[in-house]
């Protein structure tokens, strides 16, 4: 069975929630990732080869580093595992790692091995060159027994384990194997980003990720439209025993493929800068997802989000739960009904996320116990101070404290899906209490937007945002409509217009 629908945002943002407790074992290919910027003004004289006039450099970890790299800021706990050189290479990813909090201790620097680096020379942000510093090689005897210890005592605090092969080496003659069978033994899942056309070296790994022209190569033949992708990951799993395929397509999204069934899941249109590490931060998502009790189609669309947010990035990138979260409320629509109706929690994260973007963020508040024109008046010209909105609610138990025992007459649940539907609110809150301070206090909106009845030293947390920077605005109301008269005339048996 093949389902093209997206799961609801409700368990996504839950197991985003939930990211912080995880804890990731990544084992593989760790790799320095350098980027030399500078501009072109002429040619050698002594080639006809342009000369790059060097204007500052970067370096970054890359292949599972990159992974580790975008566990550790989406928030949760990364355990890396490797073997690598004893040079410069070596020594900064060391540092940088340890620089992010990460326990190195099962990260082995051995003489006699050379930590591959990658070197990308660029010109008015475009790369003119790459310069590749590696030797592919396995793992002598002692270097494997020593990764093998140090796999399984981490084991034992992790989770999940990711296995990210880059094909310089350290999975290489059966270690990929070993310690798969290791994880399937502690009852531990085990994802693996794979290299190669030859996938027997991950048989019975929990899941693979490949894209799409690997999943081709992987069973010979190119691979294109849904019915051959979902064809070609079921031969995988039928001859490697894998539980389901995740299949990453570019612009087109990713498909989610098991024994019986297969979900694919488009992608969000965005402007691609840089594809360099995507498939890492699409790895290190879907793992913490799974981690935090997402199934693997819920995994996949959180997955899918990332990876839309860091191709908009240049250079080997990392996202946050804040981008995080703004993708996804993004690929849901923000006002399509009970999708922009958060909790405080995501509410923030998703404020943050807006900020972060550069958007002004306006917050209004109130009982909306029956919608009328007043209120639809209210919202739009909140929204015309704003590029986001963000509606608290007050729930049932707090209209009842105000407006006594026979409100409210619709309860929280349809007052905020009716209101989630308009198109000049962008995310609804219900809020327990009696005012909105505490909201207000979490979400700090840049605008805090109230009708013309009120005055600004009388708004619930006017003080609040005009101390973070922002500013109270006070809008006029349509005369003649409110709640309290419209419940009037229909309990009088008239029309409300």
């Known amino acids: 069975m093949i389902k093209h629908n997206p799961p609801s945002p409700e368990p996504l943002h839950r197991a985003i929630a939930r990211f912080g407790q995880a804890t990731v074992l990544v084992v593989g290919d760790f790799i320095l990732?350098?980027?030399?910027?500078?501009?072109?003004?002429?040619?050698?004289?002594?080639?006809?080869?342009?000369?790059?006039?060097?204007r500052g450099e970067t370096s970054t970890m890359g292949g599972a580093g990159n992974v580790v790299a975008n566990i550790v800021s989406l928030g949760a706990s990364a355990v890396p595992v490797s073997v690598i050189g004893t040079d410069a290479a070596g020594d900064n990813l060391v540092r940088m790692l340890r620089e992010l909090g990460a326990d190195t201790v099962g990260l082995a620097q051995e003489r006699g091995r050379m930590t591959s680096s990658k070197s990308r020379f660029s010109a008015l942000n475009q790369q003119v060159l790459r310069f590749d510093e590696e030797?592919?090689?396995?793992?002598?005897a002692a270097e494997r027994a020593g990764l093998i210890q140090h796999f399984r005592a981490a084991l034992t605090r992790a989770d999940i384990v990711i296995l990210s092969d880059y094909g310089k080496g350290i999975l290489l003659d059966g270690v990929a194997g070993d310690l798969i069978a290791i994880c399937r033994e502690a009852g531990k899942?085990?994802?693996?980003?794979?290299?190669?056309?030859?996938?027997?070296?991950?048989a019975g790994a929990t899941a693979i990720t490949p894209n799409r022209k690997e999943?081709?190569?992987?069973?010979?033949h190119a691979v294109f439209a849904d019915d051959e992708i979902v064809a070609a990951a079921r031969?995988?799993?039928?001859?490697h025993g894998f539980d389901f395929v995740v299949a990453t397509r570019s612009e087109k999204g990713m498909s989610v493929v098991g024994p019986t069934e297969a979900r694919h899941i488009a992608t969000q249109a965005r402007e691609v800068f840089d594809v360099s590490g995507a498939g890492d931060t699409v790895i290190a998502s879907f793992a913490l997802a799974l981690a935090a009790g997402a199934d693997p189609v819920a995994a996949a669309s959180i997955a899918n989000a990332a990876g839309g947010v860091v191709v908009g990035k240049r250079g080997t990138a990392r996202l946050t739960v804040e981008e995080l979260t703004g993708a996804l409320f993004r690929s849901h629509g923000p006002t399509a009904h009970k999708d922009a109706i958060l909790d405080a929690t995501s509410a923030a994260r998703m404020v943050a996320a807006w900020k972060e973007e550069g958007l002004s963020v306006g917050f209004t508040n109130g009982c909306f116990d029956i919608l009328h024109a007043g209120h639809v008046s209210l919202l739009h010209a909140a929204r015309s101070q704003c590029d986001r909105l963000v509606l608290g609610l007050n729930s049932d138990a707090s209209v009842r404290r105000l407006k006594g025992a026979g409100r409210p007459v619709n309860d929280q649940h349809d007052r905020a899906c009716?209101?989630?539907a308009l198109a000049s609110v962008d995310a609804v809150v219900v809020f327990e209490e009696d005012t909105p301070l505490a909201l207000i206090e979490?979400?700090?909106?840049?605008i805090l937007v109230k009708g013309a009845d009120y005055t600004i030293d009388t708004v619930v947390g006017a003080d609040v945002v005009k101390k973070a920077g922002g500013r109270v605005v006070l809008v006029d109301l349509v005369a003649g409509k409110s709640t309290t008269s419209t419940i009037g005339k229909l309990r009088a048996g008239g029309?409300?217009?």
């Not at 999943?215 to 010979?220: F, I, M, P, Q």
């Open 33 to 54: 990732d350098r980027f030399v910027n500078g501009v072109i003004e002429r040619i050698s004289p002594e080639a006809p080869i342009p000369v790059l006039h060097g």
């Open 135 to 140: 030797e592919i090689k396995p793992l002598g």
């Open 189 to 202: 899942p085990v994802l693996v980003d794979p290299k190669g056309r030859d996938y027997v070296r991950y």
């Open 215 to 220: 999943l081709g190569e992987a069973v010979g």
């Open 235 to 239: 031969q995988l799993i039928s001859a």
């Open 418 to 420: 009716v209101l989630a």
């Open 442 to 446: 979490v979400l700090l909106p840049d």
């Open 495 to 497: 029309t409300t217009n």
